[in-house]
Every structure is written in C-alpha cells, then in structure tokens.
C-alpha cells in the first residue's frame, strides 16, 4: 500500500460515514520492538497489545528516523486492525501503525495525548 506524504496533495475524495467506520482504528502499546534489517526500507518489528479483545498484533513500521527500538517500548500508538496482514519477507504484518510524515518525510507516530485504554477504538 503505498502513501502519499504530501501535505499539498489534494483532499481525497468524500466518502460517508460508514465508509469511516469500516476502518477499525486502535490504540495499542508497544510491548516489544526491534530492527528488521531485512527489509528495503529501514523498519522495526514491533509487537502491540490492543487489550483482551484483539489481543496482542505485529506490525512493520518504517519509522526508524525518530524511533529507537527502546525508546518504544511502553508507548501507545494508532493502528488499523482490520486490514488483512501483509507479509514482509518473512514476517507476517497483522496491523498497519499510524503517523504522519514530518517536514523531511520520516514518520511521526500518531497517539493520544493521554493515556487510553488498550483498545480504545477511534471515533
């Protein structure tokens, strides 16, 4: 799935209400995290736990610019939980983690301000 992180790029297109709800966004914390070498990208492996309900998800993110592995661990963040999983080389990606590009196109991760429950859907 490619992104455009463009921030002069055009609106997208309308969509309704419905069509928002169908993507199921979460917040999750980082219970582990480390370097995935292996991919074309600079990328971390991380692993979030999204409470009792979804349970514990890996994700490939590319956001090796501003995050250290360490540094992750703890922290909560945004994903999409119901997108089908995307294998990476021989890692199987369960959810897509959020962020925004910076003014240079690196990853800022997205989060609440404030501490959530796991799990805690957007709306």
């Given at each position: 799935?490619?992104?455009?992180?463009?921030?002069?790029?055009?609106?997208?297109?309308?969509?309704?209400?419905?069509?928002?709800?169908?993507?199921?966004?979460?917040?999750g914390t980082v219970v582990a995290a480390e370097?995935?070498?292996?991919?074309?990208?600079?990328?971390?492996?991380?692993?979030?736990?999204?409470?009792?309900?979804?349970?514990?998800?890996?994700?490939?993110?590319?956001?090796?610019?501003?995050?250290?592995?360490?540094?992750?661990?703890?922290?909560?963040?945004?994903?999409?939980?119901?997108?089908?999983?995307?294998?990476?080389?021989?890692?199987?990606s369960e959810v897509l983690t959020l962020g925004?590009?910076?003014?240079?196109?690196?990853?800022?991760?997205?989060?609440?301000?404030?501490?959530?429950?796991?799990?805690?859907?957007?709306?």
């Open positions: 799935m490619h992104v455009r992180h463009d921030p002069q790029a055009p609106e997208s297109q309308k969509i309704d209400f419905d069509a928002f709800l169908a993507v199921d966004i979460r917040i370097p995935f070498p292996e991919t074309r990208k600079p990328a971390l492996k991380l692993v979030i736990d999204f409470g009792p309900v979804i349970g514990r998800k890996r994700s490939s993110a590319q956001i090796t610019e501003h995050y250290a592995p360490d540094a992750l661990v703890g922290r909560q963040v945004a994903a999409v939980v119901n997108f089908p999983p995307r294998q990476i080389g021989r890692f199987l925004f590009a910076d003014e240079a196109g690196a990853v800022v991760l997205f989060r609440p301000d404030r501490p959530v429950p796991d799990g805690s859907r957007l709306f």
